[in-house]
């Protein structure tokens, strides 16, 4: 019997994460069907990608999984990566306010106080401000929405300066997006439900989260990564697959719906038939592939962002005002161009030789996309100019790397969850088999794209049993 072919568009971690899963199921239960992953670049792993040099480990996008989140930890497992997973160094952590370095206020939760006194002790935030902050205790929920802007729901709760100076400069930072645009349901939900629940963010926060474990020695970091860098996962999971069913730079020219399956149309021509499809590619490639499937086309409407970050390597000796901790988050009020700094020796010690710094800074607010595009040279000056407003560097780095990310950070905008489900339900309809999964999706963090990709493994192999 010949074997039936499953293909999977896009090698980032949802589509090698939806290959291992499919190939383990498919060997596990000696199923008649073959997988094709098929990429369109020169290599796998998509923004998961480990710069080596000089005995440095340089992330050039992601840095970490964090721990919290159980489909990474399971995938980890799974592939015999436990042993050489390493946690982050923890440490005092900062927001630049104004100019100044101000510490992160103790018992918070994404900026929100849970805990009231090391708030008030806070300079982070004026007199007034905190009273403001404090009338979250008392407003009672709010009324019930289907959805509303993050930022709004959380102005609405704890004033402007609160969320201007602490909560904005951390939550914007996860999804590269300004908050006063992101969906609440997409992005926080539980804020929403808390506040439903108890008529408080703060009681329900309280209420919910496990209060810390009363420890003598140091607390693990909630993030992990490897020895050798986050690329270890991509690595392990290209070697659990056979190394047939990869093509790399193979773009998918369009789709077509056939009585018997789909034809995958390649860029050179050629074409691959599959019973069923698993897309990972990001959401604004989907109108193009699908040409004629109108539903599709609301992707036309959903922004991406545009990041960069620059890291720079030193001599330990040329940082002369260093400070302890692993790093800080810029707020909107500052006239600072980075949005966030890692002082990445001292959150990932492995990643650095001994006598040696690693910084890495971050660029590309919503307001400020064009600095992406700023030459080496320029983007160079104006992160050491940044930087030198709180640490005294007095020499050029060693060397430095610049990523840049255009147009990969999606959006999730006021509605974004009813757009996606609009998508799942006419998809269902008219391209039976093809299932969507990916960073445009449903969570843009590595444990939310390996879970939509077992996701929509699971989907496939129902289809195919009901076929």
Not at 36 to 52: D, F, M, S
Not at 182 to 197: C, D, G, H, I, R
Request: proline share 5%; net charge negative.
């Amino acid at each position: 019997m010949e074997k039936q072919t499953i293909v999977i568009i896009g090698g980032g971690i949802t589509g090698l994460s939806a290959a291992y899963y499919l190939h383990k199921n498919i060997k596990e239960n000696n199923l008649p069907y073959q997988i094709k992953l098929v990429e369109a670049g020169k290599r796998l792993g998509g923004k998961i990608n480990t710069y080596k040099r000089d005995g440095f480990i340089i992330e050039r996008g992601p840095d970490s999984i964090i721990a919290r989140k159980k489909p990474g930890v399971k995938l980890v497992e799974e592939l015999g990566l436990k042993d050489q997973m390493v946690r982050n160094g923890t440490g005092q952590s900062y927001i630049l306010v104004q100019g100044k370095l101000h510490k992160m206020p103790k018992g918070a939760f994404m900026g929100i106080p849970m805990e009231i006194d090391p708030f008030l002790q806070s300079e982070l935030v004026s007199s007034s401000g905190k009273e403001r902050a404090l009338l979250d205790l008392e407003m009672g929920k709010g009324e019930e929405m289907v959805d509303q802007s993050l930022g709004s729901f959380l102005r609405r709760r704890f004033g402007d300066e609160l969320v201007d100076n602490e909560i904005e400069p951390l939550l914007s930072g996860i999804y590269s997006g300004d908050i006063d645009e992101m969906s609440l349901m997409a992005t926080f939900p539980n804020f929403y439900q808390l506040e439903q629940k108890y008529g408080s963010l703060i009681k329900g926060l309280n209420e919910v989260m496990p209060k810390p474990a009363k420890t003598t020695g140091k607390t693990p970091g909630v993030f992990f990564s490897f020895e050798d860098g986050l690329e270890v996962i991509v690595d392990k999971l290209v070697e659990k697959l056979d190394q047939q069913s990869i093509l790399l730079e193979t773009p998918v020219d369009h789709v077509e719906k056939k009585e018997t399956g789909y034809h995958i149309v390649l860029g050179n021509g050629d074409v691959i038939k599959a019973a069923a499809v698993i897309a990972t590619t990001s959401h604004q490639t989907l109108p193009k592939m699908f040409k004629n499937y109108d539903f599709l086309n609301i992707f036309n409407d959903v922004p991406s962002s545009s990041v960069a970050n620059v890291a720079l390597a030193f001599d330990q000796s040329a940082i002369k005002q260093d400070i302890d901790g692993t790093g800080f988050v810029v707020s909107r009020n500052s006239d600072f161009r980075i949005t966030a700094c890692t002082w990445t020796h001292k959150k990932w010690p492995s990643s650095t030789p001994e006598g040696k710094a690693l910084i890495r800074c971050y660029v590309g607010r919503p307001s400020d996309h064009e600095i992406v595009d700023l030459p080496d040279d320029e983007l160079i000056e104006i992160v050491l100019k940044d930087l030198n407003k709180t640490m005294n560097i007095t020499a050029k780095p060693d060397f430095s790397v610049i990523s840049r990310w255009k147009n990969v950070m999606p959006q999730y905008t006021v509605g974004h969850l009813e757009r996606i489900e609009q998508v799942r339900v006419e998809a269902n309809e008219q391209l039976p088999g093809v299932y969507f999964a990916g960073s445009s999706f449903e969570g843009v963090g590595i444990p939310d794209c390996i879970d939509q990709a077992e996701k929509a493994v699971y989907q496939v192999m129902e289809f195919l049993k009901g076929e």
